[in-house]
């Protein structure tokens, strides 16, 4: 498997967020974005994920003997926000986001209570996601990524506001991902714990992105 990015190029409004973006990870690795506040980070994740257009430019899967019609379709993408209703507990939460995702094929994900077990966070589940921390809030949203297969996860500053024992815990649910075969790409401030990953630094559309392999 390999997820192929092209000559990627994107706008917000009327502004030229970044040009000229290419980059080529295989399944079991690791990309991690970086750079300034607003450069582009997580304007780049959402259009990999499918959640913004790209104004020119492809990113692709490609993924025998499972080929992707669209790269979305094989994404996890947990951003800035936790996609889980206050009002439910977290089980139901889960257990919506499990049915709601289903699997891509080739893998499949965990129950709901082994991925709360793997968050650490196993004896609360039942208690409504709203009454978290939210520490623990990010947690949960982690253990979405758990319970239904997706190859390839594209996170967001996935670890503001966790502790440190539980930025472990995260560098262990990427590292078993990658372990599967799958792919992570992460916008980050903060070192994630990963070894031997690659790294795209944007600079913004100021200074075009300049790739560091
Ligand atoms: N909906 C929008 N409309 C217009 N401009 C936007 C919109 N969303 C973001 N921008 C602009 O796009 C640029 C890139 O924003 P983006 O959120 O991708 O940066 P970032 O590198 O992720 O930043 P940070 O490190 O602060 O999270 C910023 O200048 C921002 O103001």
Sequence with gaps: MRLVAEGLSATRGEDLIFQDISFEIAGGEALVVKGPNGSGKSTLLRVLAGLLPAESGTAKLLAAPHPVERLGEACHYLGHRNAMKRELTV????AFWKDFFGDFPGDAGVDVDEAVESVGLGGIAHLPFGYLSAGQQRRM?????????????????????????????????VMAHLGRGGIAIAAT????????????RMTGFAGVAETVW
């Design 91 to 94: 089980d139901e939460n889960l």
């Design 141 to 173: 949203a982690m253990a979405k990524l758990l319970v239904a297969w997706r190859p390839v996860w594209i996170l967001d500053e996935p670890t503001a506001a966790l502790d440190v024992a539980a930025e472990t815990m995260f560098a262990g649910l």
């Design 189 to 200: 401030h903060q070192p994630l714990g990963l070894d031997g990953v690659k790294e795209l």
